[in-house]
T-cell receptor, first 112, second 115 residues
Framework: GESVGLHLPTLSVQEGDNSIINCAYS??????FIWYKQESGKGPQFIID?????DKRQGQRVTVLLNKTVKHLSLQIAATQPGDSAVYFC???????????FGSGTQLTVLP | EAGVAQSPRYKIIEKRQSVAFWCNPI?????LYWYQQILGQGPKLLIQ????????DSQLPKDRFSAERLKGVDSTLKIQPAKLEDSAVYLC?????????????FGQGTRLTVV
């Protein structure tokens, strides 16, 4: 099966600073890489995705970088806000049924 | 647009009892997923439906877990008998895409505590 890991289980940043959340994966057959955000008591929420033939994609205050050489994915959040405090998961799309496999998550805490 | 609806929100049962969870996906979404999320871990896919057919149930403990989506709309997930290690949040999600990345929409989940 797919293996997805994260470098750090927790990350604390000052409000206004940039945040970088990292993810390592093992299966290079994945065609899409996705970041989800999960707030306490809620289900995960889609943030941004990147196709495997790209190395960078930008959204509103977020950027995802994909390095297929070292099988590494990162999510950058610019000007981190208190509302960004949550658990962030990377997920992979793979398989004939386009299964969505999640990593273990990074808890982001934004400090005032 | 209404989101994914799940019920109940919370459930406490004793081990060896049975329990059922219900999910109503977003209207028109052909793909429905059930995930198990143990505290401190990422969601683990239990079963994936495409309309009313199962496309992946490789991680479903079939000796005790079952799921159905008879009319290709809402779905139920059942555990019988429950074990202590089944304590988790059970998340239902749905998506409409069959190609491209999976923007799955999740419900709030059902928090199951087995005592």
């Amino acid at each position: 099966g797919e293996s997805v890991g994260l470098h750090l289980p927790t990350l604390s940043v000052q409000e206004g600073d940039n945040s970088i959340i990292n993810c390592a994966y093992s299966n290079s057959a994945s065609d899409y890489f996705i970041w989800y955000k999960q707030e306490s008591g809620k289900g995960p929420q889609f943030i941004i995705d990147i196709r495997s033939n790209m190395d960078k994609r930008q959204g509103q205050r977020v950027t995802v970088l994909l390095n297929k050489t070292v099988k590494h994915l990162s999510l950058q959040i610019a000007a981190t806000q208190p509302g960004d405090s949550a658990v962030y998961f990377c997920a992979l799309n793979s398989g004939s049924a386009r299964q969505l496999t999640f990593g273990s998550g990074t808890q982001l805490t934004v400090l005032p | 647009e209404a989101g994914v609806a799940q019920s109940p929100r919370y459930k406490i049962i004793e081990k060896r009892q049975s329990v059922a969870f219900w999910c109503n996906p977003i209207s028109g979404h052909a793909t429905l997923y059930w995930y198990q999320q143990i505290l401190g871990q990422g969601p683990k896919l239990l079963i994936q439906f495409q309309n009313n057919g199962v496309v992946d149930d490789s991680q479903l403990p079939k000796d005790r877990f079952s799921a159905e989506r008879l009319k290709g709309v809402d779905s139920t997930l059942k555990i019988q008998p429950a074990k202590l290690e089944d304590s988790a949040v059970y998340l239902c999600a749905s998506s409409t895409r069959t190609g491209g990345s999976t923007e799955a929409f999740f419900g709030q989940g059902t928090r199951l505590t087995v005592v």
